[in-house]
C-alpha cells in the first residue's frame, strides 16, 4: 500500500503545484501534459486517481476498496495542501504574486456561485465519465490510449 500511497501523493502534489504556478493561454495544454505524463508512470502503481473525486468514483463503481479510497483521498488533500503552502512559499506574498494566482478570477465568464458550482459538477462528472469508461471498462482492458483521454478532458 505504500508504494500506492507515495505515487498518489508525488503525482498529486506535482500537479497541483502546476495548476497553482502556471499561467497563460498554453496553461490548460502543460497541465494536461503533466497529467499525461503522470497517469502513464502512476497507472501501473496506483491507477492514477489524483482526485478524491476520481477515487469516489473507482469506490463506487468497485475498483477500489473503501478504506484504501479514504486512505488514498487523505493523501491527496494532504498532497494538495502541501502543494498549495509550496506554490505560496515559492511565489511570496507581494501583491504582484497574488495578482498572478487570482488573475483566473479577474473576469469571470459566469457570474455568481451557482453556474460556477454547476460548471464543477459537470466537469467532475465528465472527468470521471471518461476516468471509468477508458480505465475501467472489460471492453478497455490492456488499451494504451487511457492517459491520453484523461488529459485531453483535462486540457
Known sequence: MRPKLLIEGLATFFLCLACALVQG????????????????????????????????????????????????????????LGAAVFAGLFLGHSEENSEHILSALKEP??????????AELLGTFLLAFVILSVATSRRTVGNSYYGLAIAATIA
Open 25 to 80: 493561454p498554453l496553461a490548460p495544454f502543460i497541465i494536461g501534459a503533466l497529467l499525461l505524463a503522470l497517469i502513464y508512470v502512476g497507472g501501473p502503481v496506483s491507477q492514477a486517481h489524483y482526485n478524491p473525486a476520481v477515487t469516489l468514483a473507482f469506490c463506487v463503481r468497485r475498483r477500489q476498496a473503501w478504506t484504501a479510497g479514504s486512505a488514498y483521498v487523505a493523501v491527496q488533500l494532504v498532497a494538495a
Open 109 to 118: 465568464v459566469l457570474e455568481g456561485w451557482l453556474p460556477g458550482t454547476m
